[in-house]
């Protein structure tokens, strides 16, 4: 049984301080509040300026919106919505992972004349709040270098935010050392088709047109979920990924958890975690491959990032027709102890 090397992300707070604009109309002012407002280890640099240079074709808008509570009364509605809370949406063009992509970063106005960054997509896809620290910390350390020739006191921390996923494995786990006597290059963004999800069992539909089989895992989309039910944490459960044909795999990923919260119906804000928290999670699990290997791996539970990728990297490539993930045991929920919720799991060559 072979232990898999895992590259996970780390959740870094952002602090961000509104600089007042002046006169205008009131949509225009919130816009230019944003825009002259600066995260705080870059006081000298506004977003105007590094969003300016880093990103093109750069676009503001301000708009108004709401968002569900928790559904703690478990009626089929949240038990209150917010309303009238107000977002200034920034989307520009920049290269990710060597593919030019589009970021969408939206920040929540807050009552204390501040504002936060709450959401972040790159081409649409919901992404963590490590990419969300990285669109908006390398801008700033870019500008700062350009214009004033030296880095901020936190540049440790922001170093090479951006570059290609390869490059950290060295510092980390070594994960291509093998792969590159076959001549592959592990890259989790080039994930396998999958023609079909199978799975031990699965929680059926639930609320708001919620549905939970196989295939809700390997939809491409974060916000949905495979869920079964089991012993403690939903161990003894599988889900099964047949790609039609043999494909060399690399390595996995999985979005763990119940990630709905924050995407029903298109509700434009990270969302309350009440679905993450109240549900299972996968923790240590086995992956099986159609050539009989077998690896061992344990993924990462956040509540404070929940769209947070876990990678996972084989020690060398399989060659396989499918990859078979059986739960072995998982972070249980507060709520919804015995069951288990994965949002995403892909393979990848």
Not at 94 to 119: G, H, P, R
Not at 214 to 220: F, I, K, Q, R, T
Not at 237 to 256: A, E, P, R, S, Y
Not at 265 to 282: A, M, P, Q, V
Request: aromatic letters at 12%; one cysteine or more.
């Amino acid at each position: 049984m072979k232990k898999m090397k895992s590259l996970t992300a780390f959740v870094v707070a952002l602090l961000l301080v509104l600089g007042m604009a002046g006169c205008g109309a009131v949509e225009d002012e919130t816009i230019r509040s944003v825009k002259n407002g600066h995260p705080t280890a870059y006081p000298d640099i506004s977003y105007d300026q590094a969003f300016g240079e880093f990103y093109s074709t750069p676009q503001w808008t301000h708009f108004k919106g709401t968002r569900n509570g928790p559904d703690d009364d478990n009626d089929g509605k949240p038990d209150y919505v917010e309303e009238n809370i107000e977002i200034v949406e920034f989307t520009g063009k920049c290269t990710y992972m060597d593919k030019e992509v589009t970021a969408l970063i939206q920040f929540q106005i807050n009552d204390d004349d501040t504002f936060s960054a709450e959401f972040c997509s790159l081409n649409d896809i919901p992404q963590s709040t490590l990419v969300l620290y990285a669109l908006i910390s390398n801008p700033f350390e870019e500008y700062q270098e350009k214009h004033f020739g030296k880095k901020s006191q936190n540049s440790d921390d922001l170093d090479d935010l951006f570059k290609d996923p390869d490059d950290d494995q060295e510092s980390v786990s070594d994960p291509d050392d093998d792969a590159d006597e076959e001549g592959i290059t592990p890259d989790p963004d080039n994930t396998i088709k999958v023609k079909k999800a199978t799975c031990s069992k699965h929680a059926g539909n639930g609320k708001y047109g919620r549905k939970y089989g196989a295939n809700m895992a390997v939809d491409g989309k974060a916000e949905t979920c495979w869920m079964a039910n089991g012993k403690a944490g939903g161990a003894g459960n599988w889900i099964k990924l047949d790609f039609g044909k043999k494909v060399t795999v690399t390595g996995i990923k999985i979005i763990n958890g119940n990630t709905w919260d924050g995407y029903y119906k298109g509700s434009f804000i990270k969302g309350y975690d009440e679905l993450f928290e109240k549900n299972g999670r996968l923790c240590d699990f086995e992956l099986e491959f159609s050539d009989g290997t077998k690896y061992t791996g344990t993924a990462q539970d956040s509540n404070e990032s929940f769209f947070m990728d876990n990678i996972f990297y084989l020690d060398e490539p399989v060659v396989t027709s499918y990859v078979k993930l059986k739960v072995k045991s998982g972070y249980e929920g507060y709520k919804y102890a015995n069951n288990v919720c994965i949002g995403e799991i892909q393979a990848f060559c």
